[in-house]
């Protein structure tokens, strides 16, 4: 049996539609595989890869790239993501 | 329609003079007009070492050429003096209708002289100006002032059609921190600019304008606000996020990104971030979204509060900054208090941003025991959201504690012995981003001419948000040459009239913004010229604040951010890096060691 981990996942905005039953406020803990990346992560929630994004990884934003679409996932990284938003 | 040269009102209220007079085109081609042509004929016509609320000062209401012009996000005008907070340059921004009217008019901008001997507010009808009696407006809020202003107008659609720009009570109280509120809800906000109308003892601005803007061509002017409002429509900050949630939707995102001041920079993440987020405003006591004129985005927000009793109340806002600072920046989680709060900021004519900065320094001083209980007669602990309201009302009045904290924090903090609790560059209060997390956000600070400043190189949109090109928060690599291109490309944003939220879409840059200049007045711009003209602007602000007494030392951020690392969230153990950015920020721009720019520079730019 493949080995998993968890991760502290929070969609803000328009794609709260995405997260996982079970979640409440916008967040909620979720598992995946060990060794799974950002993209898929965005695959198994069904959010579409190739629409702007902004994904923070442990308090850093990143844009969506495919850079950071290989960004491995690790044990208890929180991981927040929001669609494109500016403002001030 | 044949195209004219732009003319703009002076008004001398010693003299009870008003003139009206053309602009030279040559000076309009190489400032554009707002924040670069206002800033130009202030260097030229005022002393940069004037006492700002004095006589001597100037006070300049300035539109840029696609104000009113049909351009999408062309609503803006400045309001430029000198700041009466920093001693240095003032140039605040607004929206709204008024400035589009005040074009209608066939007027780009109004030069105020002198003082005025009794109260007086400026009646603008088309080629009707005149100066009238403003004694029955006096000590009114700039809501009532818009009524009563209405009022005192004896034809009927006259006084229902006229735009309105006023101070209130802290305006004339001379606040250092003391805004011009037009339409009500919008601001121009900071440095103090309502301080410097009340010394002038000039209550309101009321302006109707019927006429059509004429344009150089209307084929290729139509063609370029056509492609400017399609970029509009399809970039999803600028036609999703901004509608709907308004600027308020940042709370979540920064605080995500431990950068989301909190107890006067304290801190940086807010355990209530979600309670005063856009989303929550949203759901809580929005009522609507509101554009200002020609704006297909109308981030506006139109909210009403209902309950509890003590908070009740109905207007614009808050905004990003103004919900941010005056809540987590207060320690403040309760959005009905916080927008309360914005309410009465914006009834008072006090600025959202140094109020809540003045009000977190007192909340600081006091829990730190430097405030004593006595001379404050309340529990001003961070949190205390009836403590909030309480100052505000104090600072607009200047009773209890507000007869120093009118003045600004760095006031404050100076006369209670503190000085390195204030959140400020040049004695401005700092706005709702801690730039320990996002490095060039402290040089922006740091650099910028009218003192801490977010919308004069807004580099969040880069470091944090991904707008245009990403970069590391966390580096002070390629910083500085991103700070000078986005102080330049806002420059020109804010001298053409438009709304810097407009180059929050995609391909909104020197090119949409070029066509649509050169449809309208025929001036031939290149893309390049038009960063030149940026630059211009930035320099001809900085050699106004040399002259008044600004040195390479004002460009800092507080000791706190400098030299006291982040205890939370992703930025946790920097510092802001300044000193790694500020002397090749120098070197870019064609300045010394000294941040003094070079003869060569100022020959290139054509201010020698």
């Known amino acids: 049996m493949q080995k998993t981990i968890t991760i502290e996942l929070k969609l803000f905005m328009f794609l709260k539609k995405y997260l996982p039953a079970g979640a409440t406020e916008g967040k909620a803990r979720y598992e995946i595989e060990e060794g799974a990346t950002i993209k898929d992560l965005l695959e198994r929630l069904g959010i579409p890869i190739e629409e702007d994004k902004i994904i923070v990884i442990n308090g850093i934003s990143h844009k969506q790239s495919d850079k950071t679409n290989a960004i491995r996932l690790k044990q208890d990284d929180v991981v927040a993501i929001f669609p494109p938003i500016a403002g001030g | ?80 003096t000198k700041s009466p907070l920093t001693s240095a340059i003032a140039c605040s921004n607004s929206g709204g209708h008024f400035p589009a009217e005040l074009r209608s008019a066939g007027y780009l901008g109004i030069i105020v002289e002198g003082k005025a001997p009794t109260p007086v507010y400026l009646l603008i009808d088309d080629d009707t100006v005149h100066l009238r009696d403003a004694t029955l407006l006096w000590k009114k809020t700039t809501h009532q002032t818009e009524d009563a202003l209405r009022a005192d107008i004896a034809d009927a659609a006259l006084a229902r059609d006229v735009r309105i720009a006023s101070i209130g009570p802290a305006g004339e109280n001379l606040s250092r921190i003391a805004c011009v509120i037009n339409d009500k809800h919008r601001a121009a906000g900071r440095s103090g600019v309502g301080a410097v109308m009340g010394s002038k003892n000039l209550k309101a601005i009321a302006v109707r304008g019927t006429k059509k803007i004429a344009k150089h061509n209307n084929d290729t002017f139509t063609a370029a606000v056509r492609a400017a409002t399609e970029r509009l429509k399809a970039g999803p900050v600028t036609s999703q996020g901004l509608p709907k949630f308004g600027t308020a939707i940042l709370v979540n995102i920064i605080n995500e990104c431990g950068i989301l001041p909190t107890r006067n920079f304290q801190q940086s993440v807010f355990a209530g971030a979600s309670k005063i987020s856009g989303e929550t405003l949203a759901e809580t006591y929005l009522v609507r979204n509101k554009a200002c004129y020609a704006c297909p985005i109308a981030c506006g927000r139109l909210t009403k509060v209902t309950s509890p009793e003590t908070f009740k109340g109905e207007g614009e806002g808050p905004e990003y900054e103004t919900v941010e600072l005056l809540g987590a920046g207060c320690g403040i989680d309760d959005l009905a208090a916080i927008t309360k709060a914005n309410y009465l900021c914006n009834e008072f004519g006090l600025d959202t941003i140094s109020a809540a900065g003045t009000v977190a320094t007192a909340m600081e ?82 650099t910028s001419n009218r003192g801490a400043c977010h919308v004069r190189g807004y580099l969040i949109a880069n470091e944090i948000l991904g707008v245009h090109e990403k970069l590391d928060p966390l580096t002070t690599q390629g910083k500085a040459s991103a700070v000078k291109a986005i102080q330049e490309l806002t420059a020109v944003f804010d001298a053409s009239g438009l709304c810097l939220f407009a180059s929050l879409a995609p391909g909104m840059g020197y090119d949409v913004v070029r066509d649509m200049l050169n449809g309208l007045t025929g001036f031939g711009y290149t893309s390049e010229d038009l960063r030149c003209c940026g630059e211009r602007i930035w320099n001809i602000e900085r050699l106004f604040n040399l002259k008044a007494g600004f040195t390479a030392a004002d460009d800092t951020l507080p000791k706190r951010l400098l030299e006291e690392p982040l205890t939370q969230g992703g930025p946790k153990g920097m510092v802001c890096m300044l000193d790694k950015m500020l002397p090749e920020y120098y070197s870019l721009r064609g300045w010394d060691t000294q941040g003094v720019p070079s003869k060569e520079k100022l020959a290139e730019l054509g201010l020698l």
């Open chain 2, 365 to 446: 001083l006091y829990e730190k025991g430097y405030l004593p209980y006595k001379d404050i007669g309340m529990d001003l602990r961070f949190g205390n959201a009836e403590a909030l309201l309480s100052m505000i009302y104090d600072m607009a009045y200047r009773r209890g504690l507000g007869a120093v904290a009118a003045d600004g924090g760095y006031v404050l903090a100076q006369t209670y012995g503190h000085p390195e609790l204030f959140m400020g560059v040049k004695r401005q209060e700092l706005p709702a981003y801690d730039p320990r997390g996002a490095q060039g956000m402290g040089l922006t600070y740091a």
């Open chain 2, 1 to 80: 329609m044949e195209r004219s040269t732009e003319r703009i009102i002076r008004v001398n209220l010693t003299q009870k003079t008003i003139m009206v007079e053309s602009i030279d085109s040559t000076l309009m081609k190489q400032f554009i007009g707002g924040r670069g042509l206002g800033t130009k004929i202030l260097y030229d016509e005022v002393d940069p070492k004037v006492d700002p609320l004095s006589p001597d000062n100037k006070l300049i209401f300035m539109a840029g050429p696609l104000t009113g012009s049909g351009a999408p996000c062309g609503s803006r005008y400045m309001v430029i």
